[in-house]
Nanobody
Framework: QVQLVESGGGLVQVGGSLRLSCAASGRTLSNYAMGWFRQAPGKEREFVGVVSRSTGFTYYADSVKGRFTISRDNAKNTVYLQMNSLKPEDTAVYYC?????????????????WGHGTQVTVSS
């Protein structure tokens, strides 16, 4: 079982940038596909993006494609979500998650481990 802790959330202006971090312990992150999800008030948790464990393949939701980038630093056992050109619609609690599979998933049920989330607020 891998433990995950998100950090880096905060308040940012429209059009600004923010980088979220997900630090892992208990297991090596390179053995997992790593997903990012978000949940806004009154809405269901939704897929943001994922990076595979074996090839580094990335896949993003259409709503963030071209603005968000997922990367890994295996030496630090950390995965990042770089968010650029932020919009008010990006306001949510952001969660990282781990999937013990060669294949990526866009579904919440496809992930075995979750962090507790970090708040991102985009203001005008």
């Amino acid at each position: 079982q891998v433990q995950l802790v998100e950090s880096g959330g905060g308040l940012v202006q429209v059009g600004g940038s923010l980088r979220l971090s997900c630090a892992a312990s208990g297991r090596t992150l390179s053995n997992y596909a790593m997903g990012w999800f978000r949940q806004a008030p009154g809405k269901e948790r939704e897929f943001v993006g994922v990076v595979s464990r074996s090839t580094g393949f990335t896949y993003y939701a259409d709503s963030v494609k071209g603005r968000f980038t997922i990367s890994r630093d295996n030496a630090k056992n950390t995965v990042y979500l770089q968010m650029n050109s932020l919009k008010p619609e990006d306001t949510a609690v952001y969660y990282c998650s781990a999937r013990n599979s060669d294949w990526v998933s866009r579904e919440v049920k496809g992930y075995d481990n979750w962090g507790h989330g970090t708040q991102v607020t985009v203001s005008s």
